[in-house]
């Protein structure tokens, strides 16, 4: 599959002053936030609005405003965690609330239907705007995602919070962990979920209030939040002329001055003068458990980013004291061990120790479609997928590669750890291959999955071509599982795949994770030119030839059944839902 490299969400979502513009409330909330925090069952919760005015652009080539209005959900005392999961996808989804009793940590069931999927809580906030006259001109309720973007309210907060960076949106989750540490705040805005709104240039009045069911259910207080809006309208046009302008100018007035100043990382992506331009198109799919959002996972929206790339670089995401955090474990609060790629082969008698091993599981195939063949392959007829590994633990899986000096190919080893992390073993486990084609141009491990369409009597009829993959923890399938990480570091290709000058690559599957892969090209998808019509089951089949070591190998398949149609040139393809999940 080819996966490239992306482009910049649509907007810019919850910039590098979030952090700056939550601790900006109020002098009278973050005094009374400094006051040391009374032991309670459960937070306490608060809406608060970052700014008493906000300004929001609407580009006359992409007409709409999106309501990024700077309102928080401040959490103190304890922290708001959520387990959001579901037994199989024949059960709905719940969720339980961590509330603290004596101590202790205790889970607390939340009415069914709170949550409908794992993108957030539905309905959370409700927007009015009215214009200057009075006038009501906009009424809206949004999903709120607590691992949206935060930042801390009062100076002792936990300097990092444990909880993941976004809400999942893979159709095929299984759990998550959303959460939003004590003394800390997140951003109500829905981002890349939302809709823009259509609003003319002017002035409005923006209240921002809480559903009246949340909070019944969270003890939040009936106190809506008002922000003035200006709504400004620009041309893609008038921001290059005027950014031209800026920039003659500014070479007159800073000449000899530009060397030893370099643009902060947080503002990396502005033009210079710091112009506003309109963004690149929103990137593609995926579940945002990373900061890359790489393109080529499926039919899903981009997720709003938590932090940006730029903080996150800084963060390394530091191991703080938590609740059952203990070395060489992770409940996801710490990075887990063992992500440091080694630069020399093993030493010493391959061994398969009796240590924690990963259990690789298969999602079922989501974001189906048929695609022509076009210029390039005439009369052809495709079947278009995505497909997910995921890891379920307890332990990471952890491939390294090494090249002997001139070597085309790595020889690929697969390493083991004890509870503590230390390497206790290793064993030889395939290779890696270069793949220099555009969209790739990176380290594939072979062999890691396979993706076959069976006839209806489940016998093979069409093998995909795509065998060979860089793994990366692309999506959050289950962060409830043992040991689940919730930072993965080696969340994007460029942290995980190598140069073509590597010497050594190491590729790790995180415990909670998975690696989803579109195969949306010839060779990767299924060619069903000469495929009869009928009932057919698409088949994500991890480790085919058992070279890795798992706890488990019987889960390694997943099946999804498609029903294909129609005449050559323009086939259909028909996907029924599986079991509770209605994802094509």
């Known amino acids: ?72 959900l401040v959490s103190e005392g304890r922290p708001l965690e959520l387990k959001v999961t579901r037994k199989s996808y024949k059960d709905p ?88 540490e004590k003394g800390w705040a997140a951003n109500t805005y829905a981002g890349s979920y939302t809709e823009p709104a259509e609003l003319p240039a002017g002035t409005y009045t923006a209240r921002i209030g809480v559903a009246k069911k949340y909070r019944d259910l969270f003890g939040i207080a009936d106190k809506a939040a008002t922000v003035k809006v200006t709504v400004v309208e ?26 030893g100043h370099h643009t902060p990382a947080a503002h990396s992506g502005h033009g210079p003068g710091h112009a506003p331009t309109i ?35 800084k963060q390394k995401f530091a191991p703080s004291p938590q609740a059952g955090d203990t070395a060489g474990q992770t409940d996801g609060s710490r990075r887990a061990p063992a992500l440091e790629p080694l630069s020399k082969r093993p030493a010493g008698k391959p061994s398969v120790p009796d240590v924690p091993k990963p259990d690789l599981r298969s999602l079922p195939a989501y974001g189906i479609g048929v695609s022509a063949g076009g210029k390039d392959n005439p009369g052809k007829d495709y079947l278009a997928f ?38 206790v073993g290793y064993t030889p486990t395939g290779t890696m291959e270069w793949d220099p084609r555009p969209g790739h141009v990176h380290w594939h491990f072979t062999d890691f999955a396979s993706y076959r369409l069976l006839k209806a009597d489940k016998k093979e009829a069409v093998r995909s071509g795509k065998e060979a993959f860089c793994l990366a923890n692309t999506d959050a399938v289950d962060y409830t599982v043992k040991n689940a990480n919730w930072h993965p570091y080696n969340t994007d290709l460029s942290t995980a795949c190598g140069e073509e000058n ?21 060779g990767q998808s299924f060619d069903i ?33 498609v029903v294909l149609g129609g005449k050559p040139g323009k086939r259909t393809v028909t996907v029924p839902a599986h079991d509770l999940v209605n994802a094509n």
């Open 502 to 522: 590597s010497i050594s690559v190491r590729e790790v599957l995180d415990v909670g994770s998975g690696d989803t892969y579109t195969q949306d090209l010839p």
């Open 93 to 180: 989804v719940a969720v339980t609330q961590t509330v603290w009793e004596g101590g202790k940590a205790k889970a607390k069931k939340l009415p069914t239907g709170t949550v409908k999927d794992f993108s957030g809580l539905p309905g959370f906030s409700e927007i009015t705007l009215t214009d200057k006259a009075g006038k009501k001109v906009l009424t809206r309720s949004e999903d709120f995602c607590p691992n949206n973007a935060s930042g801390r309210v009062r100076p002792d907060a936990p300097s990092t919070s444990k909880y993941p960076e976004s809400c999942p949106t893979n159709p095929f989750t299984l759990g998550s962990v959303w959460g939003i």
């Open 1 to 72: 599959m080819t996966r490239k490299r992306t482009a910049r969400l649509r907007r810019t979502l919850l910039a590098g002053t979030t952090a700056v513009a939550v601790t900006a409330v109020t002098a009278g909330i973050v005094a009374a936030a400094q006051e040391p925090a009374k032991a309670a069952a459960s937070p306490k919760l608060s809406l608060v609005a970052a700014t008493t005015s906000v300004t929001l652009t609407s580009w006359k080539e992409e007409p709409g405003v999106y309501l990024d209005l700077g309102t928080y």
């Open 234 to 259: 620009r041309s893609e046009d008038d921001e290059r002329s005027t950014g031209a302008a800026r920039r003659s100018a500014q070479a007159g007035e800073h000449a000899g001055h530009a060397a």
């Open 529 to 561: 030119t000469g495929v009869p019509n009928g009932t057919y089951y698409i088949q994500v089949l991890a480790n085919p030839e058992k070279r890795l070591k798992e706890t488990n190998l019987g889960n390694n398949s997943a099946l999804r059944k």
């Open 386 to 423: 995505s497909a997910n590994v995921w890891n379920a633990g307890p332990a990471q899986l952890v491939v390294d590669g090494f090249r002997s000096p001139g070597k085309a190919k790595m020889d690929a080893f697969q390493y083991f750890y004890d509870a503590k992390g230390k390497q």
């Open 279 to 313: 963004a690149e198109a929103a990137a593609p799919v995926t579940s945002g458990a990373g900061p890359s959002y790489n393109v080529g996972h499926g039919p899903l929206r981009a997720a709003p980013p938590a932090l940006p790339w730029a903080l996150k670089k």
